[in-house]
């Protein structure tokens, strides 16, 4: 079992930054991939960021709306996964959630292949 949560979510102004923030706890040694997932009102789940946790060089993964803007990043120990969102816009807002997949995923954007998840993050850029 896996448990994550996460924290830092708010509101901030277009242009502005935020940080989030997801502590794992539990069978940490079981993860394969951990994520950043967005899910607006009325639209589907969307992978935002990812990263290979049993990689070397830990390889990362976003979804083309954030490239450039947002930096996904583990601490050394593995046990919290950060996100780093800079240039926000308004259409940012979502809940955002932290994944992890503990087996090898065939297509690391859908969210259907990650088993644990956290309880969400609400962020809320205004324009």
């Known amino acids: 079992q896996v448990e994550l949560v996460e924290s830092g979510g708010g509101a901030v102004q277009a242009g502005g930054s935020l940080r989030l923030s997801c502590a794992a706890s539990?069978?940490?040694?079981?993860?394969?991939?951990m994520a950043w997932f967005r899910q607006a009102p009325g639209k589907e789940r969307e992978g935002v960021a990812i990263?290979?946790?049993?990689?070397?060089?830990?390889?990362?993964y976003y979804g083309d709306s954030v490239k450039g803007r947002f930096t996904i990043s583990q601490d050394d120990a593995g046990n919290t996964l950060y996100l780093l969102m800079n240039s926000l816009k308004a259409e940012d807002t979502a809940m955002y959630y932290c994944?992890?997949?503990?087996?090898?995923?065939?297509?690391?954007?859908?969210?259907?292949?990650?088993?644990?998840w956290g309880r969400g993050a609400q962020v809320t850029v205004s324009s």
């Open positions: 990263i290979s946790v049993r990689a070397r060089d830990r390889n990362t």
């Open positions: 994944a992890a997949a503990t087996d090898v995923v065939r297509n690391v954007y859908v969210a259907s292949l990650y088993n644990y």
């Open positions: 539990g069978d940490t040694s079981s993860i394969w991939y």
